[in-house]
Nanobody, 118 residues
Framework: QVQLVESGGGSVQAGGSLRLSCAAS????????MSWFRRARGKEREWVAM???????DYRASVKGRFTASKDNAKHTLYLQMNSLKPDDTAMYYC????????????WGQGTQVTVSS
């Protein structure tokens, strides 16, 4: 059973930065596809970034060039560095894991809130 715990959310002004962390236990994340999703109030959940087991990354268009996903396998931790934040980035952010890259991963964290003010 994979357990994921996010941290690092908070409130920042537009243009600021935050780094989210996702600590994993119960599995070796090096062999999992790790993803970040977000859900803004009143909106559907959306995929943000993906970090495959081989290190390849992919991002939704609206965050490409501003967000960077990375992981430290030794610390069993996934990161999301978010720069040049915009009010539209305001959402609850979730990390997720699965053996394969999918839009509906099996394992989810509880989420961490990011609020960007203009």
């Amino acid at each position: 059973q994979v357990q994921l715990v996010e941290s690092g959310g908070g409130s920042v002004q537009a243009g600021g930065s935050l780094r989210l962390s996702c600590a994993a236990s119960g599995a070796t994340i090096s062999s999992y596809c790790m993803s970040w999703f977000r859900r803004a109030r009143g909106k559907e959940r959306e995929w943000v970034a993906m970090l495959q087991s081989d290190g390849r990354t992919d991002y939704r268009a609206s965050v490409k060039g501003r967000f960077t996903a990375s992981k430290d396998n030794a610390k069993h931790t996934l990161y999301l560095q978010m720069n040049s934040l915009k009010p539209d980035d305001t959402a609850m952010y979730y990390c997720a894991a699965d053996r394969v890259c999918t839009s509906r991963p099996d394992y989810w964290g509880q989420g961490t809130q990011v609020t960007v003010s203009s």
